[in-house]
């Protein structure tokens, strides 16, 4: 299980290091040299001396004593490797890169177990086989590229895949999304994205853990204890959002052996992820627009002034939100007028606010600073500024920079000349700027985060089901339908606080109306 | 209305073009400069006898006869330029960019419609005002930036908004995506998007006119006009695009002064865009990966082969092709063994295609080739590949781009490194290629592209109604509800060739079941 090895080592062994930065041996020797990582470096490779600068042992029998082990090299060595390690070496801490385990045959299984059988002996940590390692503020064990900004207030991002993983920081990276930890599980032998959920929450400390996380799932083993730490992490005030993919095959294998929709595995994901208060998202870009959504303060209300010296974007992000079930409400009285006045005639401030193409920063400023004091109705401001194509808009991306910092409700930054004002985008992204590209996937995605249901109360009511009385109905019915009154009647009561089955002392929910009437022959149902 | 010096005029000037490209007179003469303009230029500028190298008149008297004017002067001013240019300078095409006419105030409306008045008066063509411009093969005659790459196999883009056109081209051009023409209407005064349809319709060459039409509307204000040349487009092997924006708002304002949903505008501009075959776009990213899509082969069944080096984003993929019915077949048999006897052990060619992180140039030209020509039930392939941060990818993109152009199925090319691998890309796009950065925006798009329903025929039957049989049947109904079964016997027949209504001679359509009963009450309704 995580431990202080994994997560910030004094010492690493790259097992398989070498120069050949083009293959993983070589790769995470290097990420780990360029890293913040200060403690002592070691190589284990048969044919060198030195590595990257770094001295080689030759056989990890040679090896000193070392914290972490970051293995890649074929999986049928693997197994005297860690042997060695966790037994002779004081190694606690393991990230196998190596594929060829569980995810292959029988034997790269039975291998596998024998490994994590070794690690759980000595107390140790195993990240994978078959990944491609992690990342923390305190090294970088992972041999994928980019390597994103790090930063303690940036995104915890826990995945299944470490390609997905990387394409995702990829992309992220772009939008100025930065990260606090990176780690792509593999196979989960021992660690899976429950194991760092649990380390994340029971590690959790208000003053200085980052508060969002993200994750990449196929497959959701200990629901349990997923929906324990993820909920304990939102009930903390963290912000999590996951795709949880696999959806379409998921559903076909459960149609072949269940028969209720309410029994379709993916059902149960999102009836999981709505309990737990996680967004669920619909692919990378709808991830990567969530984590940036997460970045700012969060929204206290669904009432957005869209400002933008374009009209059509601004329609189509009006129609995203509204379609939506966001508000653009229309902003009138002394106070707009006032603003007007302060803008180039034609001019709009009736939400969306439109500025014009001549629009200048100082008016955006104006802007902004009505909507943050003057207009009580607004909860958050969308500014789309790119352009078209006349004079650089450095400062009007300088501006938005600094009432992000300095300003109380979000503002969502939308830039979708990404070609055209390149330099500025990139600027505003080093002065640690988060945006968004295109209008509609924000406006869908900011109603998405905002419309997902707070996480469930940790002493949740429960309703009260008399079992006894529905069994009575149900056996009432004598053709194996019953009308809607009857069901609504029958057994069902209103929740109430401390009211439960007692049955082995575990609470359950009792969804309304799964009561076993026949839904074929087109006869119409409660 | 368009005519051959809108098009290809042999003289232009930019009245108000000055040295200032920050400016749109400064910016439009620098872009018709660079141009494949080959014509004479002027300009007119009080200020100045030479600019940007081109002769400037002091006043627009003093010009020679010239084809076609951009103006880029003060509203006030252009009246009296338009005046002399039409009547002395046989000027017959007139770009106006200048703001301040009917989108402003009643002034501006009356000033705009005896511009139109004088340009009507000599049979001449009218771009705007208060828009950025035209793009053609022969000029560009836009203010706009950045320039795409022409093609006249490009898109034919018409936008009535010319910041959303330049964001959509801006985001076009990273992914590939070539134009022919674009043309940002402005006002509309006399050259609307119906109008421009109406060209590329009457001028449609088989052999040399490019088939895909990008549109992004906020009114159509001729819906028959629109109706007729998009659909007839559309029969002449023409694929088209659209946003209609304003949707919400629309629906809002339906919704205060009529009662059914049917009435609903947003529901008129579906119907409308489905009689013509026409793809509904919701956003600039999805107008530009359909638009990305059309430039490929169309598909010719629903089949996709999803081949990847990463498992995650393939399982994405199968998701959202299959949860928006797409199919993702189950590929098997003596050829599927023989092609995973070509990968790397742990390969797997079940449909995802995985052929590993390690996988080569050279085994994804054997996937490729048994799609192609051994599994006749694959109608495209979907390639996802990016990069983990190895090695360069190089090799693998100019295979997929060698590949496109010599398959006869269509190739997909999902690229998710934009960041690590942006050199393989800028390379493919320079190629010819066009690729799509996300899975899921790409799956959930083609499914909507492949599910988009085809034209209605020129000659489509129509239903036979029998009105006083369906009179009789309503009147029938004591209570105001009628029976389904009596509703569906009442007076419709199947459709049928040569049936129609005779009033007025104009075909009808008589929607099913609009048959006035009640549907308040919780009453069940037919």
Redesign the interface.
């Known amino acids: 299980m995580i431990n202080q090895q994994l997560l910030n080592p004094s010492s690493v062994v790259v097992v398989g290091g070498s120069d050949d930065?083009?293959?993983?041996g070589g790769?995470v020797l290097r990420n780990l040299l360029e890293s913040p990582f200060k403690g002592e470096a070691y190589v284990v490779n048969p044919k060198a001396d030195m590595v990257q600068g770094v001295k080689s042992y030759h056989t990890v029998e040679e090896l000193p004593q070392v914290d972490c082990a970051i293995i890649a090299i074929a999986a049928k060595f693997c197994l005297h490797t860690v042997e060695v390690l966790a037994r002779e070496k004081g190694t606690r801490a393991f990230v196998i890169l190596s594929?060829?385990f569980s995810?292959?045959n029988h034997e790269g299984a039975e291998l596998e177990r024998k490994i994590v059988e070794i690690i759980d002996s000595v107390g140790g940590a195993l990240i994978g086989p078959n990944c491609?390692g992690l990342l923390t503020t305190h090294y970088n064990g992972s041999?994928?590229?980019?390597v994103p900004q790090l930063d303690p207030k940036g995104v915890d991002f826990v995945?299944?895949?470490?390609?997905?993983a990387?394409?995702i920081v990829?992309?992220g990276?772009?939008k100025g999304i930065k990260f606090n930890s990176v780690y792509a599980v593999g196979n989960s032998a021992q660690i899976g994205v429950e194991e760092v959920l649990e380390y994340y929450d029971e590690s959790f400390d208000p003053e200085t853990s980052s508060r969002i996380k993200l994750l990449?799932i196929?497959s959701i083993n200990k629901p349990d204890k997923f929906l324990k730490h993820a909920s304990s992490l939102v009930r903390k005030g963290c912000r999590i959002a996951a795709?949880k993919?696999?959806?379409?095959?998921a559903g076909g294998r459960a149609a072949s052996s269940h028969t209720g929709a309410l029994a379709s595995p993916d059902i149960a994901v999102d009836a999981l992820f709505r309990k737990a208060g996680i967004v669920r998202c619909?692919?990378?870009?709808?991830l990567a627009t969530v984590a940036g959504i997460f970045m700012y303060p969060e929204l206290k209300g669904k009432n957005i002034a869209i400002i933008t010296?374009?009209?059509?974007?601004a329609?189509?992000l009006?129609?995203?939100?509204?379609?939506n079930n966001m508000g653009v409400p229309h902003i009138e009285g002394p106070k707009a007028d006032e603003l007007l006045s302060k803008l180039f005639?034609?001019s709009a401030v009736g939400n969306p606010i439109d500025f014009?193409?001549t629009g200048t920063a100082e008016q955006l400023g104006f802007i902004l600073d009505a909507c943050e004091n003057d207009f009580d109705e607004i909860d958050g401001m969308a500014v789309i500024f790119?352009?078209?194509?006349?004079?650089p808009v450095f400062d009007v991306y300088e501006l938005i920079s600094e009432r992000i910092k300095n300003g109380k409700k979000p503002i969502f930054p939308i830039f979708?000349?990404?070609?055209?004002v390149k330099k500025e985008i990139e600027e505003f992204v080093e002065r640690g700027g988060v945006y968004f590209?295109?209008?509609?996937?924000f406006g869908s995605t900011l109603a998405k985060v905002y419309h997902t249901p707070a996480v469930q109360p940790e002493d949740a009511p429960m309703p009260c089901v008399d079992v006894a009385a529905i069994r009575e109905v149900i056996n009432a019915a004598s053709d194996g339908y019953l009308a809607p009154a009857q069901i609504h009647n029958g057994g069902y009561r209103p929740r109430q606080r401390g009211c439960r089955l007692r049955r082995g002392g575990v609470r359950r929910y009792s969804p309304r109306h799964r009561v076993p009437t026949r839904d074929e022959g087109g006869r119409?149902r409660a």
């Open positions: 930065v083009y293959k993983p790769a594929a060829g995810e292959e491609t041999f994928t590229s980019p995945s299944g895949s470490g390609a997905t990387i394409f990829d992309n990276m772009r990449y196929e795709i993919s696999g959806s379409s095959e619909n692919g990378r870009e709808e010296h374009a009209g059509g974007p329609v189509m009006t129609d995203a939100l509204s379609n005639g034609g014009l193409a790119g352009s078209p194509g006349l004079f979708p000349s990404y070609g055209w590209p295109d209008e509609v996937i119409p």
